[in-house]
């Protein structure tokens, strides 16, 4: 049997009965961090092996565990925080433990998407978790650009020395958007942070350090118009609302569905 176990994003109090008596009951305890999981196992007092399975030896591990599993052991996954595969390791695991017909259970508990999601004031009915973003500028404002029109709340994770380029992605790609950080969710320290891209970059700039795990959400795509205007209304409307020119423009042609150029053409002709 394998176990896919929830542990908690940061309160130690928030994990279900079922998870703590099934690590009190399994063989063996996969976990990201080591380090981490014991001092959630000490607070619970579970005395249970621990095993290192993180991004660097997941493949090796995989077929270690699953050996194990055929043997008659039941192993139970954690990561450092939340749910197991959720952008942790453990996928290799999965199918590892499917190809060999051994079933696999899982013991639901706390997400920091969903809990962030939940909190945000953002729209719940649909949305996209799409993972980390990209660290690199260009790829990261791509896959923004491909997300544009998304009609659901977009959720990322990102790391807190990179949450100030990804706002600014943000504002440049997406405009005055609706745009939530919720940092230390959880914690003594939590703090969710609502408004636009660019009101939020403002206040965390001006702090000394920005430390924290940090869940970013993006307010949906509002529907298209049918009859959108002058080209030059729009981009004005963008800039008002603090874009840059030139964003504002590459912004309007991909909604239209036309190249900078002709936006260009455009302006200069409503002009």
Known sequence: ???????????????????????????????????????LLGHYGIRKPTISYHEHNEAERAGELAARMLAGEKVALVSDAGMPL????????????????????????????????????LPTDAFRFGGFLPPKTGQRERLLESLENEQATLIFYEAPHRILEALRSIEAVLGPRPVVVARELTKLHEEILRGAAAEIHAVLAARAAIKGEMTLLIGKATAPKAEQGPVKDAVEE??????????????????????????????????
Not at 241 to 263: H, N
């Open 238 to 271: 963008l800039m008002r609302a603090g874009t840059e020119r030139m964003q504002a423009i590459k912004q309007v042609a991909r909604r239209r569905g036309l190249s900078k150029r002709e936006v260009y053409e455009q302006l200069l002709d409503e002009r």
């Open 86 to 121: 959720v952008s942790d390791p453990g996928y290799r695991l999965v199918r590892a433990a499917i190809e060999n017909g051994i079933a696999v259970e899982p013991i639901p508990g706390a997400s920091a998407a969903l809990t962030a999601l939940a909190a945000s004031g």
């Open 1 to 39: 049997m394998l176990y896919l176990v929830a542990t908690p994003i940061g309160n130690l109090e928030d994990i279900t009965y079922r998870a703590v008596r099934v690590l009190g009951e399994v063989d063996a305890i996969a976990c990201e961090d080591t380090r981490e999981t014991r001092k």
